[in-house]
C-alpha cells in the first residue's frame, strides 16, 4: 500500500522547451535523495526492513497528447471524484508497492499539459512513511528545484535517528492481508469545507476555540452514522471512530519534527449516538466533539510513554488500538470508520519555482470508511477525501449538515 500526494501547477513550463523541466526536476531529485537514503532502497518483505542497497527511485515522465484537455479540464473533473486523479497520474502499481522484492519504495510521476499545466505525483510505501514524511520529501525536493545553488542551506533536514526496534515493520502483523488492487465498489469524493463554515460551526459549540479539524471531524462523524443507520431499518448501532495520531512532539522526549517514518498511532473511540436524539444535530455534533478530543487525549498521554523505560510496552502501545479496529471492522457487528488528517503537512505550500499549487489530490486507499483531511487551498478550510462503499456514498450526500456546510 502506498501513501500518495498529486499537485496540480498552472503554466509553469515553457512551451519552447518542456524537457527543461522536467532535467531541472531529475537534478534536483538526484541532488536530496541521499537525504532520504531509504526511499531508494527496496523492501524485504520476509524481513519486514528495507534494504538501503541504493538501487534508486521510478521516475516517470508522461504527456497529455491530446490537445483539447487542459489543467483546468482535470480540476474542475476532480472537484468531486478522485478516481481521475489516481487513474492518469499515478503509479499503474499505487495499489502494489513492494509486493516484489524489485518494487521501488518511491515513485514520482511528471504529467505535462500542452497548456503548460504540470502534475507531479509522489507515491511512497506506506510500510515506511506517512504522510507527515512525504510533506517533509516534498518540502526539501520543492526547495531544492526552486534553489538549485542553495541545497546545502535548506533548512529542512529530515531525521532516521530512531533506533532500529521502533521500525514500523516490527508492529504490524504479519497475517496481516494488504488489499493490493483497487475494488471497483469504492468510490472517492472530495468534500470542501469552507473557513465561513467551520467559523459558522463552531460557533453552535459550547467552546467556539474546538480546532477545525475536530469540529470538521464531528460533522463528517455524524454523517457516517446517518449512513450506517439508514441501512439497519433507522437503528443506531455502536461504532468505533478510529483517528490516526502523528506521534511526533508528542513523545518524552520528543521526536524531530521532520523525523521520516510510519510514526502513527491510531486513536480508537467508541460512541453511541441514541435513537431518541436522531436529528438533533447541534447535540450530536457537540458530543461528538467531546468524544473525539477525549480519546485524543487519552492516545496523546500514551504517546508520551514509548520511549519511557518505566512505561508500557511500546508494541501494546502501537498494536492494541490497531488490532481492536482491525477486529471490530472484519467483525461486521460495529461501525467503524477513520479519519486522517494531513492538513498540517504543507502540501499546498510545494513551490517548485513557478508558484503554489492551483490544486491537490490524494491517492485513494483501497478501503472503504476512510477519511483524509486536507487544508483547502485558499487556508482556514478543509477537503475532506471520503471513501465509501459505492452504495453507501448516495446517503452521505444527503445528509443535511453536509448539505449545509461542504461544497
Known amino acids: 500500500m502506498n501513501v500518495g500526494v498529486i499537485l496540480l501547477y498552472d503554466n509553469p513550463i515553457s512551451p519552447h522547451n518542456p524537457k527543461q523541466t522536467t532535467t531541472h526536476f531529475q537534478e534536483s531529485l538526484s541532488k536530496i535523495l541521499p537525504q532520504f537514503y531509504p526511499l531508494a532502497g527496496r523492501y524485504i518483505k520476509k524481513d519486514h526492513s528495507v534494504d538501503c542497497n541504493d538501487s534508486g527511485a521510478e521516475f516517470v515522465e508522461a504527456q497529455v497528447v491530446d490537445d483539447d484537455v487542459t489543467l483546468s479540464d482535470v480540476i474542475l473533473a476532480s472537484k468531486r471524484e478522485v478516481k481521475l486523479l489516481n487513474d492518469y497520474f499515478l503509479p499503474p502499481k499505487f495499489h502494489q508497492v513492494d509486493e516484489s522484492p524489485t518494487d521501488p519504495l518511491l515513485s514520482i510521476r511528471i504529467t505535462r499539459f500542452k497548456c503548460g499545466g504540470l502534475v507531479v505525483s509522489v ?33 529542512i533536514r529530515p531525521s532516521f535517528d530512531t533506533p532500529p526496534e521502533f521500525f514500523p515493520g516490527n508492529y504490524i502483523s504479519r497475517g496481516d492481508s494488504i488489499k493490493t488492487c483497487w475494488d471497483p465498489n469504492i468510490v472517492v469524493k472530495r468534500f470542501s469545507f469552507h473557513k465561513e463554515a467551520i467559523t459558522s460551526l463552531r460557533s453552535k459549540l459550547r467552546l467556539p476555540e474546538n480546532s477545525r479539524v475536530r469540529v470538521v471531524c464531528a460533522v463528517i462523524a455524524d454523517a457516517m452514522i446517518g449512513v450506517d443507520r439508514a441501512k439497519h431499518s433507522g437503528k443506531s448501532r455502536a461504532c468505533l471512530i478510529a483517528q490516526a495520531v502523528n506521534m511526533r512532539g508528542r513523545t518524552f522526549p520528543p521526536l524531530p519534527k521532520h523525523s521520516c517514518r510510519n510514526w502513527l498511532i491510531l486513536s480508537p473511540t467508541r460512541c453511541m449516538i441514541p435513537n431518541t436524539v436522531v436529528g438533533n444535530n447541534n447535540n450530536n455534533i457537540q458530543e461528538l466533539v467531546d468524544v473525539l478530543g477525549d480519546g485524543l487525549e487519552k492516545t496523546v498521554a500514551d504517546c508520551a510513554e514509548i520511549f519511557s523505560p518505566t512505561g508500557r510496552d511500546v508494541k501494546s502501545i502501537i498494536m492494541e488500538p490497531l488490532v481492536n479496529v482491525r477486529g471490530k471492522s472484519m467483525g461486521g457487528e460495529v461501525n467503524v470508520f477513520a479519519f486522517s488528517d494531513w492538513s498540517k503537512f504543507g502540501f499546498y505550500e510545494a513551490d517548485f519555482g513557478w508558484g503554489k499549487p492551483v490544486g491537490a ?11 483524509v483531511l486536507m487544508d483547502s487551498k485558499e487556508g482556514g478550510g478543509l477537503e475532506a477525501w471520503v471513501h465509501l462503499n459505492r452504495n453507501d456514498m448516495p446517503y452521505f450526500e444527503k445528509d443535511d449538515q453536509i448539505k449545509l456546510f461542504a461544497t
Open 123 to 155: 507515491s511512497v510505501s506506506h510500510r515506511i512513511f506517512d504522510a507527515s514524511s512525504v510533506g517533509t520529501f516534498l518540502a526539501v525536493w520543492s526547495n531544492a528545484n526552486k534553489n538549485p545553488g542553495m541545497v546545502g542551506s535548506i533548512k
Open 361 to 371: 489530490g490524494i491517492g485513494a486507499f483501497s478501503r472503504p470508511n476512510i477519511i
